[in-house]
């Protein structure tokens, strides 16, 4: 096990009727404006944005919004809110919605605190030092971003798609009460489950040993999400379901089954993802239940291991040399993706093959990436090929 | 699942050779005088004490020390420190040790800030209010005191071994280097071990359903468990094994187990087993292991499901009824406590016939606890001869 530093610093408030329990920590803290950052309809009809704001008008908290934020959030909508909060008046930052609200509220937390374009820091080209704080409300489980310090967002005039993190990123609290969940169509609720099921694998798949303890942790995890997905899909509304999804949701992406770990993760699989959905506007898991099982079967051959311990931990897979368990794994991964109904196919996202080699030019742009094995442009097109 | 609020504000550096980085922020804080607290030659052997003083001397930082901190720390060592604090020069505690260690400085800390005698809280006298900065070098794992808000200490005057918590009770940092635990005695080893799973079998006993995902999570800590003693007994110098046993001592007793659950646990075992090491001065986890079995053969019949579902989780036992499953799981925790060399009788500890009575007489002033079943005297009497 490798030597590492944890710190997790974001309150959780997790259950049904929560949002109320924000109003005396927003008091404390003195906050007398908020900007409300979220995406759509979807943040009115799971009920959300009306219990945000009868609470906030019952503490005297002044809000505004700035909504319509995307999936793969941009970062024109991050300068634009970083622009209203330097107008003044507020002094928080409170996504309502998934990783996307999370992670826009994230940027333009810090964007308020620096003097230049946020996208610098992004870029490399800036350092964060500190943003302002942020309190969140949870409608969609996926990305972990209500307990971590990461921020995602793209930028189309650069066909990028990249991080920035930091422990001011962190939510001073979270709010997550999974019956918001239970208005989310059921696509959102099936990628959700891949992306979930992704972060999971991403830090089990890197070649990494020596962590027996949180690769059994993540096994479980695995399990759990995939007795969880079906349940939903047969009954949207069972809210221990809900909740055991919003759990996994928290967990799988906060950092802590990396721990130990050489690295944070191999995350060629989301890299690979990201390309898909800035170009083809793929829904983030839909990128994921794609790629990943093409990433697995081009890498196994040569790196049976992490995937035959995955078919022990998961799928009870004891039988047969590392290589044929090994497969037998990732084909196992591919029949729930399609149980599910998650595409396992470039073609079912309506690619064509002439878009193949656009995929893989973009996402050349960052190799190499990948810690099971460092990924060249050769073999990202040659994972594109296999996921067509 | 039941709604639930969770912080975790400690920071925590894990790994080799660690004791170094807490120079920083040590500096950082401002930090001039510590108080040392720990036993005895198990800091010294371990390596800590000189790491740890080696560190405080580079980084001009003065230090006594309050040693001689027994396992079932007693509050006249506490009140000896919060003396000791109160005559100046000290601005911050720090435990080296394991449980004893760290909830003997937790005490010193909130009684140096408290103006009455620090027993009071404990007692339910007098109310948590404050506490001096707590940063810890942990060199037994098996309480999580290093990672949660909690401090148990015994008074013999009022035969009373009780807790107190509270926020400013987590340590700002703990250290966990698990190669200072390659030098523990074999039997703190194996009752560490028996404590660790203790805790994790404290929630998923405690009687509570619709916790699928943190019962999974809990089940395969407890496999990993059972795996890592054997590992450590044969072969007690396996880092990455003590790694686990380090990880796995700080996840089970943090209180994350215990999220969404009606209770933060059952806790009878503990508190049955409290009596035995108070009275009998038994070691901790050797008072659990002969307790828990004991405790569940006597309310098994009536409760099944949890000892049942153990039984799945645990020990791979899928055929019979409820009722036959859940005996041969406790059966089967019972052989691996014996396998482990953990005694499973009250007779193994030196106890006789007429002690029973002692004990039970002691547990019954704390009935009616328990949430699987609430437990009356009758009750402790019953299990307390079952154990024998």
Redesign the interface.
Known sequence: ????????????????D?VK?LEAPLKAAGVKGVLLVYGGKGTFKSGAYEQVTDMLKRAGIAFSDLNDVKPNPLISKVREGVARVKAGGIDAIMPIGGGSAFDTAKAVAAGACYSGDIWDIYAGKGKLQDAMPIYGVLTASASSSEVNGISVVSNPETQDKISMSGLCLYPKISVID?SFQITLPEKQTVYGGVDIIAHILERVLDGDT?N???D??S???I??MM??IPELIENPKD??AR??YA??GMMAHSGFLS??RKTRGDFSSHKLGHSISLLYGAAHGASLSVVMPAWARYLYVENPDPFARLGEGVFDIYDGEDEDRALEAIESLEDFFKEINAPTTLRELGLKEEDIQKLADNASKLVPFGSLKALNADDVLEIYKLAY
């Open positions: 096990m490798h030597n590492f530093q944890w710190i997790s610093p974001t309150k959780v408030i997790f259950g049904k929560t329990e999974p020596g027996d303890l949180l059994e942790q096994y479980a995890l399990r759990s007795g969880v809210y221990d909740a055991d759990m996994a721990l130990g």
